[in-house]
């Protein structure tokens, strides 16, 4: 997906800041509740194609925008997880349309460059508390519902979250074959 960007664009990697609230486990899932920090987030929306399509097609516009296609020619580095959420339907199943957000690394939170790509736009966001399950592998669609499936079913009668959105992450370049890491997040209400 992201072959065309040098290796070099992972060699500063921040995380996205975070505080683990809470952890919890019911048979064998186990995660966490926590607090992501806001601010300002590089952001592509795509709609009318599935979730593995459009994803295919908002992150390499996202990868350029932080490897410097900008009006400031800045190659920003690497802020993980990528985040975008998604909009299931009634039935759990994903609507046509999705929206990456993208963390401006701290050193560009107060003045982010223009993104040379007017598909590209920057938000600010305030910081929301999610619950949390890791799994590994390289997710696709059925793997981000089915896991979020199983996130519910755990936090089933102790937790409130929103059920029109939720969010699936990676932290890891496509050339990064085992040992991956992603999650879904269900926003608490």
Known sequence: MLGMIKNSLFGSVE??????????????????ERTCEGGRFATVEVTDKPVDEALREAMPKVMKYVGGSN???IGMGMTVPISFAVFPAQDGSLQKKLKVWFRIPNQFQSDPPTPSDDSIHIEERDSITVYS???????????????????????EGT??????????????PPMKPYGRRNEVWLVKT
Not at 15 to 32: C, D, F, M, N, R
Request: aromatic share 18%; glycine share 10%.
């Open 159 to 172: 937790a409130t979250y929103l059920s029109d959105v939720y969010f699936c992450t990676g932290y890891d």
């Open 71 to 73: 009006v400031k020619g």
């Open 15 to 32: 995380t996205w800041p975070w505080q683990v609230l809470s952890t919890g486990a019911k048979g064998e899932i186990s995660y966490e």
């Open 133 to 155: 399950m890791q799994f590994g592998g390289y997710a696709k669609e059925v793997d981000y519902m089915a896991q979020a499936a199983r996130l519910r079913a755990a936090l």
